[in-house]
Structures are given as structure tokens and as C-alpha cells.
């Protein structure tokens, strides 16, 4: 958080909502796509960030290069090896929510190295440990009231 010099959200692409709770009848308000540019102090490094929330099963981080635009990496998820097994997986388990399918070799894999971690204490390499997990909360709770107040 004390790196972030500025964040400015993209009004044209994002969205934020406020909704009742079927249950509770309370008014809950989150982004259901949000795009921002993060510049940070000193160096002055950017990162672009979008997503969307109801776009699908699907997840793509693309990295380009600042001064050219010119891509540089792709990564998405789930690959074809997964979307194959789907409908397997649906036919196993029947009525679980969609994204649970094409990330069911995530969870598998990480639950295989928590759990080989417990019982020999080896790394659980590529697994978030609580102070990334908490640094990573400090940056949503951060950028959460300035992202909403620029989409008002």
C-alpha cells in the first residue's frame, strides 16, 4: 500500500453495483467489472488490471510492454486439457456452480501440496502464505474506496 503513488479506475469499462441481499434484505455494493491503471512511487511502475466478474469461466492475464503496447505474455485459465474434462466432472458431481469445473486442477493442486506440507512440512511452492494473503487484502481494502468514489 505505501508503494501506490496513484490509481485511476476506467469509467467506461467498469461497473459497480449496490444490491439487496436476498436473504438479509441489506444493500451490498461490489464491482462487478473493473478495470485501473496503479502507478507506483519512485520508480513510477504501472500495472493495468481488469476483469469481470459475469464474463464467464475463463481468466486471461496478458503482460505487454509500457512503451511499445507489444504483448509479451498470455496466461488463461482453464486450458483446453480442463474445458475436455468438464463435462466429466459435471456428470460426477451434478449441480455445482460453473467456475468449480474449470478450476477443479487448481484446487486439486493445491490441496495436494497443503496437505504434503502438513505431513512432511515440504514447501507448498506457489502457494500464498498468510502475509502475502494479508498484504494482498490491505491493497483491496486500499483501492476498494477510491475505485468506487471515481465510478460515482
Excluded: W
Excluded at 485511476?8 to 461490489?30: H, I, N, R, W
Excluded at 481468466?59 to 486439457?81: H, N, Q
Aim: glycine fraction near 8%.
Amino acid at each position: 500500500v505505501d508503494s501506490i503513488d496513484t490509481v485511476v479506475a476506467d469509467k467506461e469499462y467498469s461497473s459497480c453495483q449496490t444490491l439487496k441481499g436476498p436473504s438479509s434484505g441489506k444493500d451490498f455494493t461490489d464491482f462487478d467489472k473493473l478495470k485501473f491503471k496503479i502507478t507506483t512511487k519512485g520508480g513510477g511502475a504501472e500495472v493495468n488490471v481488469a476483469a469481470d466478474r459475469c464474463g464467464g469461466d475463463d481468466s486471461v492475464g496478458i503482460v505487454t510492454d509500457a512503451a511499445s503496447g507489444k504483448e509479451l505474455a498470455r496466461y488463461s485459465m482453464p486450458d483446453a486439457e480442463t474445458v475436455a474434462n468438464i463435462p466429466t466432472l459435471k456428470a460426477k458431481t451434478g449441480d455445482a456452480m460453473p467456475y468449480f469445473f474449470a478450476q477443479d486442477p487448481d484446487y486439486l493442486k493445491l490441496k495436494q501440496l497443503v496437505t504434503q506440507h502438513l505431513i512432511d512440512g515440504s514447501p507448498a511452492e506457489g502457494v500464498a502464505t498468510i502475509e502475502i494473503a494479508i498484504e494482498t487484502l490491505k491493497i483491496a481494502e486500499h483501492l476498494t474506496p477510491i475505485l468506487q468514489d471515481q465510478l460515482k
